[in-house]
C-alpha cells in the first residue's frame, strides 16, 4: 500500500519526511499521524539524526536526501549526531566522506557527536576523525 505524498512536512524548527516512503516510521500520536524527524533545519545549520544501523539501503537514501537538503538551503554547518547509532559500514562511511567534500567546497564544517565507544573506533580505524570534527563529550551524554 503506498502512502500519501510526504515530499515536505515542517514541524517547529524541524524539517521532516523528505522523500519518506519507507525510510521514515510512522507515529500515531493524540489521533494524528507523523513521521519521525531525522533532519533538523536551522540558521544554516542541518542536524542529522543517524539511525542504528548505516548500512547500504540507509547510506544511499541518505545521501540522496542530504545533498539534496545542502544545496535547496544553503547549509554551511553540518551536524551528524549517532546518539542511538551502534553500527555503520562502509557504505555510511563513505556517505560521510562524501558529504565532507561537499560541504567543504562551499567553506562549510562538518561535525560528528554523540558517539559510542564503537563508532569510535569506527573513525579512528577509517580516518574519518581527521576529516570530521568529533564534538566532546559531556558527563550527561551517557554514552561510553
Known sequence: KRHADWSRIA?????C???GQNRYKMQKQKGRLYMECKYQLKDGCMRISMP???DHHYATQLRKEADLLIGAYHVRRLVFDFAETDFMDSSG?????????KMGYG???VVAEHLSERI?????VSGLHKMIRVAPQTMDDGRN
Open 11 to 15: 514541524e517547529g524548527d524541524g524539517l
Open 93 to 101: 562511511i563513505g556517505v560521510l566522506i562524501g558529504r565532507c567534500k
Open 52 to 54: 542504528k544501523e548505516v
Open 107 to 109: 567553506g562549510g564544517e
Open 17 to 19: 519526511g523528505f522523500f
Open 120 to 124: 569510535q573506533k569506527i573513525f579512528v
